[in-house]
């Protein structure tokens, strides 16, 4: 069994840089990196022209709890990653909850997962990084 901690005290570099760092290229940033930290070529923006850079505030996991505690510790201007182990049965966010983040100031997500309702997060603007979307949605008809 793996013990998953919540960290609740998150470093957050000044958002001066942020906005620096948001106006270069990302192979720019990797290079600068070493040729490290660069995401999984599985993971895609799903928002099209919109850029996604923020302090990251981590869900370890796909249950809905747990991305509600990270919801919760975060502040605006971050991005909520969602480690959701790369599952493609079912989705981890749509656009009620991005929605949600949205008006919390959150700028963004990146989940390790599927994520539905794409034309939606479109219309809001909201920066989704994901490995793919899925059609099924709790909306009714």
Same mark, same amino acid.
């Given at each position: 069994?793996?013990?998953?901690?919540?960290?609740?005290?998150?470093?957050?570099?000044?958002?001066?840089?942020? #906005?620096?760092?948001?106006?270069? %290229?990302?192979?720019? !940033? @990797?290079? +600068?990196? =070493?040729?490290?930290?660069?995401? $999984?070529?599985?993971?895609?923006?799903?928002?099209?022209?919109?850029?996604?850079?923020?302090?990251?505030?981590?869900?370890?996991?796909?249950?809905?709890?747990?991305?509600?505690? #990270?919801?919760?510790?975060?502040? %605006?201007?971050?991005? !909520? @990653?969602? +480690?959701? =182990?790369?599952?493609?049965?079912? $989705?981890?966010?749509?656009?009620?909850?991005?929605?949600?983040?949205?008006?919390?100031?959150?700028?963004?997500?990146?989940?390790?997962?599927?994520?539905?309702?794409?034309?939606?997060?479109?219309?809001?603007?909201? %920066?989704?990084?994901?490995?793919?979307?899925?059609?099924?949605?709790?909306?009714?008809?």
């Amino acid at each position: 069994m793996s013990v998953r901690e919540i960290h609740t005290q998150i470093i957050r570099p000044a958002r001066s840089e942020i #906005a620096a760092l948001s106006r270069l %290229p990302v192979a720019s !940033i @990797v290079d +600068a990196l =070493g040729k490290t930290g660069a995401l $999984s070529h599985c993971l895609k923006l799903q928002t099209p022209g919109l850029v996604l850079c923020g302090s990251a505030v981590t869900a370890p996991g796909p249950d809905v709890t747990v991305r509600r505690a #990270a919801i919760d510790l975060a502040r %605006p201007g971050d991005i !909520i @990653v969602v +480690a959701a =182990g790369g599952g493609k049965e079912r $989705s981890c966010l749509g656009s009620a909850t991005a929605a949600y983040m949205q008006s919390r100031g959150i700028t963004g997500v990146l989940v390790d997962g599927m994520v539905r309702d794409v034309a939606d997060l479109r219309r809001l603007l909201f %920066p989704t990084v994901a490995r793919g979307t899925l059609r099924s949605t709790t909306r009714r008809p």
